[in-house]
C-alpha cells in the first residue's frame, strides 16, 4: 500500500501533487487530467492509466478531492474530481516545500568551486 | 482526520464492493475511450488507435489491481481469502488440526490462567490513592547473621510512633491498624462482625472519600470514640443499605457505637473480609507495625534512612522511669509472700525522669510497600509458575511448528508449482503463516475457556478458611479479584497471535525456499536426499532439544517443590493435631465471658467422647499474634538489648507470646522437658505462670536454670516461669520456631501482657478460641459442644468450627497450589516435549525411507537400523535433558524459598528426573525406529 506506481518519468512523490495542482485549475475527470499534464508538461509527463488512478483513489481517500459523476464534453458518463478545501492546503504546503527544495538544488547545481 | 477517512472509505469499498467495482469499471472504460477517442481524431483507424492504447496502459485488470492496492481493502481481502482456504485446509486433516489446536490450547490456556492471577496480584495496584506510598514500618527482630530467613517484624510503641508523626519530614501520615472481632447485637441476635481499628491517619492517608458521612477526625484516635463506619457490603447486607443509617448508633460489644461513615462500593482494608473501622485502641504498652504514607517525590530509601536515625535518637534520649533496684536473683523460686514484699518500685516504677544517653545499635527499620506486604512471597511464585506457563506454551509452538513442517511436505509440490507461476514469495509465506494464526485462534479460543475453568480451578484451591480471629487469610491473596477481564483477553489475544507467528513462520520460511532442489523435477517425492529437508531436521533437532530441555528444567523444578512439599507435611508441629477440635463461642453483649468461659470449660470436660478442654487467645497457625517484650526485670531498662545468640534466628526478649487455659498442654498432647505444667487448681495470688520454649530456655536469657525465675512483660506483676515445654510451629509447618512463652489466663483475669479487660470484650481483642481433645466422631463431638454452649449461655453461638488437623492442613494451601500447578505444567511440558521428540523420530523416518531400504539392501538388519534411529533421536533428546539439568540448577535459585528441607541441587532429584525422562524419550524414539526396521527394502526400492 505504500509505494506509489511509480511514474517512469516523474519524480517520484510529484504526481499527486501534480495532480492537485491541474485540479485547482479546474474540476476534471481522469482522461481529461493525463492530457491536461501532458500539455501543460509540452509532453515531458506523459501520464498511464495504471499511475493515475491509484493516485487518483489515495488522494480521494485521503480527502483531498472528491469525484462525481458528471456528462463529459463527448456526452459520455465521467466521474469528475475537484479540490476539497484539505486538497486546496495541502497543495499550497507542497507547492512551498517544492519550490523551496528546487531553488536549493539549483543553487547547489550551480555552485562552482570557489563558492561555500 | 486522513487515518479516518482512509478506514472509512476502504469500509465502504468493502461493504458495497459490487457497486464500487462497477464504478471502477465505468470510470475505466471512460478514460480508455476517450483515450481511442483522442487517437481516432489524430487520424489513426479505430483498430490501431485501440491497439496503441492498450499497449501504452496495459491490461486492464492490472490496471485495477493496481487501483485496489492503493486502499487497505485489498489486503483484507485476499487475507479472508487466506483464512478461508486455511480453514479448509485444517478441516481436509482433523487429525493434524485436532493434536495442534490441543496443543496450543493447553498452552494458552495454561498461560491465561496464570496471568489472570498475575494481573490481579501483581500488577493491579491497591484500590487506595498512589498505593505505592503507603508503606508498613517496622524493626527487624532477627539477628543479622541469623541463617533462618524467618522474619517477624518487631513493630513501634506508641510514643515511638508519636515522635515520627511529629518529627519525621518523609512521612505525610502515620498510624496503625489492629483487628477488631467485635459482637454486635441486634434484632436478630449476637452477630460476629470482623473489623479494623485503626488510627484517622491510616483512614486519611487511604485517601478514599466516603460514601455516606464521614471517616474519622484527627482527634479520634482514641477508643473511647465510640464512632464506627462501615463498608459498603456490611451497610448493603446488615443494614439494608439504609441510608438513614448514618448518625444512628449500633451495639457493639454492649457499647452504643454512632455510625458515623459508609465506605464505597470497593473499598477495602486491608482485605475485604473487613466490615467495618473503629479508631485504634493502641493496647498499652504493645508495639504495633506502623503504617504510614511516604511523601512524593521521597524515595523508600531516603524515607528508611530517615526513620532508622530518627529512632536511634528517640531512644537514646527519651525519658525513662528510675531505673529499679535490682530484682531478686534469678535461679531462685519465690513464695507468693515474697514476691508480694518485693519493694513498690518493682509494682510500678516511678516516673522520674532520667535522661540516659546510650551508644545503641541504631534501630534496623523495615520498610514495606503495603502491596508487597499483602502480596509477600507470593511474587516469586507467581513468576516461576508463569515463566513455567510460558515454557509450556513455547514447547507446544515449538510442536505445532514440527507438524506443520511435516505436513508441508506433503505440500511441497503445490507450494513449488504456485512459485513457479509467479506467486511472490511473500504472499505464499503470508498464506502459510495465516495458516498458523487460524489455528492458534482456535487454539486460543479453546485455551481462554480453559483458562476459565482454570481460574475456578486456581480459586477453590487458593481459597483458604476463615482465619480464626483477624488475620490475612493464607490462602492466595487477593483471590477473589482473579478473573478473566479484558485485560487478560488481551494478554491471551497477544499470546495467540505470538504463539501462531512463532509457530507458523520458521516452518512456512522452510516451505517457500526456492533453492532448495527442485520438487517439481523429484520423483514421486519420496526423495531422501533433498536438501530441503536435511535442513528442516536440523532445525528441528534444535528444537526438539530446546523441548527436552524446558521440560526437564520444569520437571526437575517440579519434582523439587514436590520433595519439599513431602518434607514440610511429614513435619512434626511440636503437638498432637490429631483429634483436637477447635472452634470460638460469641457471646451477647453484657454476657460475663470469664464467667461464661470457667463454666463452659467445665461442660466441655465432661462431653462424652471428649477429653480435654482448653481455650487460647491464638489457634496454632492463626496468622499475626502479639511479640512481647520480655523483660527480667519490672520497669523497662533503657540502654542497648543484649546481642543475639549466635544462630538464633529471633532475640529471646521478643518472644511469641500466647495466653492459654490450664488444660492447653494436655489438649494438644505437649510434653514438659523440664519443670511442670499449668497447675490444675484455680488460680490465685502472683505470680502468674508462665511456660516457655526450649528454644528461649537455651538462649540463656533467662539464666541457665530459667524454672523458677520471675520475668515481667508490660505489666508490673511478675510471671513465675514453672516449666519448659518443647518448641511448637505455631505460624506454620516450614516456619523454624522462635522464642514462645505461654501463660495462664486467670480465672477471670486479663490475659498477661495487655493489662486490659478479659478477652473478647474489647473491640479489638481476637476473640479465644476453644480445643478439646476428643474421640470418634467429630461432627458428633461438634454437635455436643453446640449444646453445652447453648446450656451455658443460650444468646450465644459457636463460631468457626474446625479440626486442628483441617486448621494445620489449611496452613498448606500455598505450597499445595504452587506444587500441584508445577507438578501439572511440568506434565504438560514433558508429554508435549515426548510428542516432539516422537514426531521429530517419525517425521525423519518417512524422510529417509528410501535411504533405509537402500542400506538394507546392502545388508543393514532391522537392529542396525533400529539403532540408527534411536541412535539420533536420542543424542536430540540426551543433549536437551544435559542442558536442562544446567537451567534447572540455574532456576533453582529462585525456587530455593519455597522448597523446605530439601537442597535446590538435591542431585538425586536431578539423577531420577535424568534417568526417567532419559528413559521416556527412548520409548519416543523407539516407537518409529521399529516401524523403520520393518520397512520392506523390495517395497520401498520400486515404490520409486
Redesign the interface.
Known amino acids: 500500500?505504500s509505494s506509489d506506481?511509480k511514474p517512469s518519468d516523474l519524480v517520484q512523490g510529484t504526481l499527486h501533487m501534480l495532480v492537485l495542482k491541474t485540479l485547482a485549475l479546474e474540476p476534471m475527470?481522469?482522461?481529461?487530467i493525463g492530457?491536461r499534464l501532458e500539455q501543460i508538461s509540452r509532453g515531458v509527463f506523459r501520464v498511464?492509466?495504471?499511475?493515475l488512478?491509484?493516485?487518483l483513489?489515495?488522494l480521494?481517500?485521503?480527502?483531498l478531492i472528491k469525484g462525481e459523476w458528471q456528462m463529459?464534453e463527448?456526452n459520455?458518463?465521467?466521474?469528475y474530481y475537484s479540490l476539497t478545501p484539505q486538497g486546496r492546503t495541502r497543495l499550497k504546503r507542497e507547492t512551498r516545500e517544492w519550490e523551496a527544495q528546487a531553488e536549493a538544488i539549483a543553487r547547489i547545481l550551480r555552485a562552482s568551486p570557489g563558492e561555500g | 482526520m486522513?487515518f479516518f477517512?482512509?478506514f472509512a472509505?476502504?469500509l465502504r469499498a468493502l461493504l458495497f464492493r459490487r457497486r464500487a467495482e462497477r464504478?471502477l469499471d465505468?470510470?475505466?472504460r471512460?478514460?480508455?475511450?476517450?483515450?481511442v477517442?483522442?487517437e481516432v481524431s489524430v487520424g489513426r483507424s479505430p483498430a490501431d488507435a485501440r491497439r496503441r492504447v492498450r499497449l501504452?496502459?496495459?491490461p486492464v485488470d492490472?490496471?485495477k489491481d493496481?487501483?485496489r492496492?492503493?486502499?487497505?481493502e485489498s489486503?483484507a481481502l485476499s487475507m479472508a481469502q487466506d483464512v478461508r482456504y486455511a480453514v479448509r485446509t485444517l478441516v481436509r486433516t482433523p487429525m493434524f488440526t485436532a493434536a495442534a489446536l490441543l496443543t496450543l490450547a493447553l498452552g494458552i490456556g495454561a498461560t491465561t490462567a496464570i496471568y489472570s492471577v498475575v494481573q490481579a496480584l501483581l500488577l493491579r495496584s491497591l484500590p487506595y490513592a498512589q498505593p505505592e506510598r503507603i508503606v508498613r514500618i517496622s524493626e527487624e527482630a532477627s539477628s543479622p547473621e541469623a541463617q533462618d530467613p524467618v522474619v517477624r517484624p518487631v513493630g513501634l510503641s506508641k510514643q515511638e510512633m508519636e515522635a515520627l508523626r511529629t518529627s519525621s519530614w518523609t512521612l505525610s501520615h502515620v498510624g496503625s491498624y489492629l483487628p477488631a472481632s467485635v459482637t454486635m447485637s441486634g434484632s436478630e441476635g449476637a452477630v460476629r462482625m470482623e473489623g479494623m481499628q485503626l488510627s484517622p491517619a491510616v483512614m486519611a492517608m487511604l485517601g478514599v472519600p466516603p460514601l455516606l458521612g464521614r471517616v474519622f477526625e484527627p482527634r479520634e484516635e482514641n477508643p473511647l470514640d465510640t464512632v464506627i463506619v462501615l463498608s459498603f457490603g456490611t451497610w448493603q447486607r446488615r443494614f439494608g443499605g439504609d441510608p438513614g443509617l448514618v448518625g444512628s448508633t449500633i451495639a457493639i460489644n454492649g457499647q452504643s457505637y454512632e455510625v458515623i461513615g459508609v465506605m464505597p462500593q470497593g473499598f477495602y482494608f486491608p482485605t475485604r473480609d473487613a466490615e467495618f473501622w473503629i479508631p485504634l485502641a493502641f493496647p498499652r504498652g504493645a508495639r504495633l507495625v506502623i503504617t504510614a504514607r511516604v511523601r512524593n517525590g521521597v524515595p523508600l530509601e531516603a524515607a528508611r534512612e530517615e526513620l532508622s536515625a530518627l529512632l536511634g535518637r528517640i531512644r537514646t534520649t527519651s525519658r525513662y522511669p528510675a531505673p529499679p533496684p535490682p530484682p531478686p536473683p534469678p535461679g531462685r523460686r519465690l513464695t507468693p509472700e515474697e514476691v508480694m514484699a518485693l519493694p513498690p518500685a518493682h509494682i510500678a516504677g516511678r516516673a522520674e525522669d532520667v535522661r540516659i544517653t546510650v551508644p545503641a545499635e541504631p534501630p534496623r527499620v523495615r520498610l514495606v510497600p503495603l502491596h508487597d506486604h499483602i502480596i509477600g512471597s507470593t511474587r516469586t511464585a507467581l513468576l516461576i509458575l508463569m515463566g513455567a506457563g510460558v515454557c509450556v506454551l513455547f514447547i507446544a509452538c515449538a510442536n505445532v511448528s514440527t507438524l506443520l513442517l511435516a505436513r508441508g511436505s506433503t505440500r511441497r509440490r503445490e507450494i513449488a508449482t504456485r512459485l513457479a507461476l509467479g506467486a511472490g514469495r511473500g504472499r505464499i509465506v503470508r498464506q502459510l503463516v495465516t495458516e498458523g494464526l487460524v489455528l492458534a485462534f482456535a487454539g486460543g479460543g479453546a485455551g481462554i475457556a480453559l483458562a476459565l475453568g482454570g481460574v475456578r480451578l486456581l480459586q477453590y484451591m487458593g481459597a483458604a478458611l476463615p482465619p480464626q480471629g483477624f488475620g490475612p487469610s493464607l490462602g492466595l491473596p487477593r483471590v477473589d479479584e482473579i478473573g478473566v477481564d479484558a485485560g487478560v483477553l488481551v494478554f491471551a489475544a497477544g499470546m495467540t497471535c505470538a504463539a501462531g507467528l512463532a509457530a507458523a513462520l520458521w516452518p512456512a520460511a522452510q516451505q517457500t525456499r526456492r533453492a532448495d532442489g527442485d520438487p517439481l523435477r523429484e520423483g514421486s517425492g519420496t526423495t531422501s536426499a533433498s536438501p530441503l529437508q536435511l535442513r528442516g531436521r536440523r532445525t528441528g533437532g534444535v528444537l526438539v532439544m530446546l523441548q527436552m530441555c524446558l521440560a526437564t528444567v520444569l520437571l526437575v523444578s517440579g519434582a523439587l517443590l514436590a520433595r519439599g512439599f513431602v518434607s514440610v507435611t511429614s513435619v512434626s508441629p511440636g503437638y498432637d493435631v490429631e483429634n483436637v477440635l477447635a472452634f470460638q463461642v460469641i457471646l451477647p453483649a453484657g454476657a460475663n465471658a470469664g464467667m461464661i468461659r470457667d463454666e463452659l470449660l467445665e461442660r466441655l470436660s465432661a462431653l462424652p467422647g471428649v477429653q480435654a478442654a482448653t481455650f487460647t487467645d491464638r489457634l496454632p497457625m492463626s496468622t499475626g499474634g502479639s511479640v512481647v517484650h520480655l523483660r527480667t526485670s519490672p520497669a523497662p531498662v533503657a540502654g542497648p538489648p543484649p546481642p543475639p545468640p549466635p544462630g538464633a534466628s529471633m532475640r529471646p526478649e521478643f518472644p511469641t507470646l500466647r495466653t492459654v487455659g490450664p488444660g492447653y498442654l494436655d489438649v494438644l498432647g505437649i510434653a514438659v522437658r523440664e519443670g511442670r505444667g499449668f497447675s490444675k487448681e484455680a488460680w490465685q495470688g502472683a505470680p502468674r505462670e508462665a511456660l516457655i520454649s526450649r528454644s528461649l530456655a537455651e538462649s540463656g536469657y533467662l539464666g541457665a536454670r530459667p524454672v523458677g525465675t520471675l520475668v515481667y512483660l508490660n505489666a508490673p506483676a511478675p510471671l513465675e516461669v514453672v516449666g519448659v515445654i518443647d518448641d511448637l510451629r505455631l505460624f506454620g509447618l516450614d516456619q523454624a520456631p522462635g522464642p514462645q512463652l505461654f501463660v495462664r489466663a486467670g480465672e477471670g483475669l486479663p490475659p498477661a501482657g495487655a493489662g486490659a479487660p478479659p478477652l473478647g470484650t474489647r473491640p479489638g481483642a481476637t476473640l479465644p478460641a476453644y480445643m478439646v481433645r476428643f474421640d470418634g466422631d467429630p461432627q458428633r463431638v461438634a454437635d455436643g459442644v453446640r449444646g453445652a454452649v447453648r446450656a451455658v449461655h443460650p444468646g450465644a453461638t459457636v463460631d468457626r468450627v474446625a479440626t486442628l488437623a483441617e486448621i494445620v492442613s489449611n496452613t498448606l494451601v500455598r505450597p499445595r497450589l504452587y506444587t500441584a500447578l508445577l507438578a501439572v505444567f511440568a506434565g504438560l511440558a514433558a508429554l508435549l516435549a515426548i510428542v516432539g521428540v516422537y514426531g521429530l523420530v517419525a517425521y525423519s523416518v518417512r524422510g529417509r525411507i528410501r535411504e533405509i531400504g537402500v542400506r538394507m539392501t546392502f545388508g543393514a538388519t532391522p537392529r542396525d537400523i533400529g539403532r540408527l534411529v534411536v541412535g539420533q533421536g536420542m543424542l536430540l533428546a540426551c543433549l536437551g535433558i544435559v542442558a536442562g539439568l544446567a537451567g534447572a540448577a540455574a532456576a533453582s535459585r529462585y525456587l530455593a524459598a519455597m522448597l523446605y528441607g530439601i537442597s535446590p541441587l538435591d542431585a538425586a532429584t536431578y539423577g531420577g528426573v535424568a534417568a526417567t525422562f532419559a528413559l521416556v524419550a527412548f520409548a519416543a524414539c523407539w516407537l518409529p525406529a521399529s516401524a523403520a526396521a520393518r520397512v520392506d527394502p523390495a517395497k520401498t526400492l520400486r515404490g520409486e
Open positions: 500500500m506506481p475527470h481522469g482522461y481529461g492530457l498511464n492509466a495504471g499511475s488512478f491509484p493516485a483513489r489515495r480521494e481517500r485521503d480527502g463529459t463527448n459520455r458518463r465521467g466521474r | 486522513p477517512d482512509r472509505g476502504g464504478e465505468e470510470e475505466l471512460a478514460y480508455l475511450d476517450e483515450a477517442d483522442r501504452e496502459h496495459g492490472a490496471i493496481g487501483i492496492d492503493a486502499g487497505w489486503f
